[in-house]
């Protein structure tokens, strides 16, 4: 056994103390600094609310805007009538970014705080020039097809001591100059199949042995590779994309031309029914302003009787026909009469704003806008079968969804493509060349000239094979694309069963509305004769001052509620052409692309021309199977006659353009 000396132990034991006292000593020897200490640049938090370094032009119409009206205002503005058509019409001129009339003056405005998720007339081009996975555009989609090329050059110079000079040929320093270009071409087809076309140049000078001192070799050539199996077919590849860009669940079956194509459809969906919301909230805010005014007309002609009606009274008590409890009635309905006028001006300002700011005008720009347009009066019954066949081909929702269905069919076919292994056919091409020069006319020995020669060629050909045995993820993405196909289709028919119930409310609204309106009518008419019959009698204080002044208070109610009824009634007329999906057609607006730059249309010139004077090839596929249609397909068609309709149902024949035949249900 060893042993240790205790003195070397103790001596041992010191040192690693002092070490650590070392180590632990902290202390810094005192420092004098001249001039005045600065402690500018020293944070005192590492986190605060910054505002960033962004210059923006604010619009006209919020810095030129006058104060908005209020009921204080004693300068009478100018009016300036307003048609629904020139208010719709502005509308759709001013709001590049479209608002819509439900979410203002919300604590949580989508406007203000989720600005991102507002639709506006810059999404199509949006989702059209998109380059990420999930959303790229149609431009990006076709990149997949765009040729490649790839070129690199790399020079280099080595020395090196050598040991065995026989085998450098006497050379006991061996030096060498290399240089390697390298080019290719790449291109995916249609079809699936991928061609390269490379070119390689190996440049070698040496001082050891060889033929020559320095020498050039390389090759000319092409590889070319199909799929067989999965992901083999035009049609996977319109859907999916090339399978060479497939990067498994990343990229999923999602990334082809169709695909693209159909979510560039979608959005213009989502755009279209953006602008029928916004259409809809402009009709509605019109005429919820036109009420205002209505309404502050009948409050105004409301309070002047009672004023009348109190100043009769007054001089009534003062001749003893009147006691001072009925000229204390008559003072109160003058006060509420007051109140109710200033109420519905304060709502004409209220509803003028909110008409402004769809319209995309200023807060105040000199003028009151009063609507010049009278609501409709005459009884429209619309007939339930047509409205509803109408709905279920032109609203834009269902249109979306039915996009969105084509999606996914596309997409399962694509997905079940890929169940099967991976099996590529491959094959290349070469020509092999040696020289010690690149160029010469005199000397047979250059690289170019052996390449001509193509006496040096290889070829090869193939298959290659990669299978994930059980397919356990391809399988998983098929049931996934299967049962969000079904979640759709189901999607879809609940989507119809909402569509015709909205419909059904919608006409019950009109036959509520209209019916009110003309009970409300009598009413008024009524109530204006109870009036007219009672004010020559309390002139003479022959009635009672309370049957007057609640006459008069029923006229006002009932002229309030007329026209409350009449506008509902016009927004229910509004409502259905909503429903129907043809709110747009209705106002007679169209969506259309905006003009292009002039490159553009030469450009599409160009393939005109191109299309129009090729000549057809019968050997080829050239036409892969429709995925869109210029009319609606599908869906019910009522023939029967219905028993409280006298004639069958029947649409326009370009209606039924690539559909089935109609059938009765």
Known sequence: ????????????????????????????PEVSYLGEP??????????????????????????ASGAPHTIRDRDKLPIREVTLAEAVQSALQNNEIIRTGGAFEQTGSSLVNAPDRVPSVYDPAIQESGVLFGSRGTEAALAAFDAQLRASYVYGRNTALQNNTFITGGQAELKSDTGA??????????????????????????????????????????????????????????????????????????QGVLIARINQDISLADFEISVQNLVRDVEDTYWDLYLAYRNYHTAVTAYESALLTWR?????????????????????????AKAASETFQSQIYTMETKLRRLMGLSVNDGFTLRPADEPVSAELIPDWYSS????????????????????????????????????DLVTGYRVNGFGDTLF?????????????????????????????????????????????????????????KDVSHELAVTFQEIARTYTAAETNMNRLLAARDNVRFLEPNIREGDKLLDDLLRAQERQAQAEVAYYRSLVEYNQALTSLQYRQGTLLAHNNIQLAEGGWDTPAYQDAMHHYK?????????????????????????GVYFTEK??????EIILPEEAFEQAPTPVAE
Not at 391 to 419: D, G, H, M
Not at 642 to 647: D, L
């Open 1 to 28: 056994m060893r042993t240790i000396n205790t003195k070397s132990r103790l001596r041992t034991c010191s040192l690693y103390l002092a070490i650590l006292l070392v180590g632990c000593n902290h202390s810094r």
């Open 38 to 63: 600065e402690h500018q640049y020293y944070k005192g938090e590492a986190t605060k609310i910054a505002f960033p370094n962004v210059e923006s032009d604010t619009a006209e119409e919020v810095y």
């Open 181 to 254: 270009f390298a080019s290719s071409l790449s291109k995916s087809f249609a079809h699936g199949g991928s061609i390269i076309v490379n070119h390689d140049v190996n440049y070698l000078g040496t001082n050891g042995p060889g033929t020559f001192p320095s020498s050039y070799s390389g090759n000319v050539g092409f590889n070319y590779q199909l799929p067989l199996l999965a992901g083999a077919g035009t049609d996977f590849t319109r859907t999916a994309g090339p399978i060479t860009q497939s990067f498994g669940g990343l990229s999923g079956v999602s």
């Open 312 to 336: 009769i009274a007054d001089l009534q008590l003062k001749g003893g026909v009147r006691t001072s409890a009925e000229v204390a009635q008559s003072r109160d309905q003058l006060f509420t």
């Open 388 to 423: 509803l066949t109408t709905s279920l081909f032109q609203r834009t929702e269902l249109r979306r969804q039915k996009w969105n269905i084509k999606s996914l069919e596309l997409q399962l076919r694509a997905a079940e493509s890929l169940t099967r292994p991976r099996l």
């Open 440 to 496: 010469s006319q005199s000397d047979s020995n250059n690289f170019y000239g052996s390449i001509a020669d193509t006496d040096q060629t290889g070829w090869n050909l193939g298959v290659q094979m990669q299978w994930d045995l059980g397919l356990r993820s391809a399988r998983a993405q098929v049931q996934n694309y299967e049962l969000r196909l079904a979640k759709a289709y189901k999607l879809l028919q609940e989507q119809e």
């Open 610 to 634: 191109a299309r129009a004077y090729a000549k057809r090839n019968d050997h080829t596929h050239e036409a892969p199977e429709q995925f869109a249609s210029d009319a609606p397909v599908g």
């Open 642 to 647: 219905s028993p409280t309709f006298a004639e």
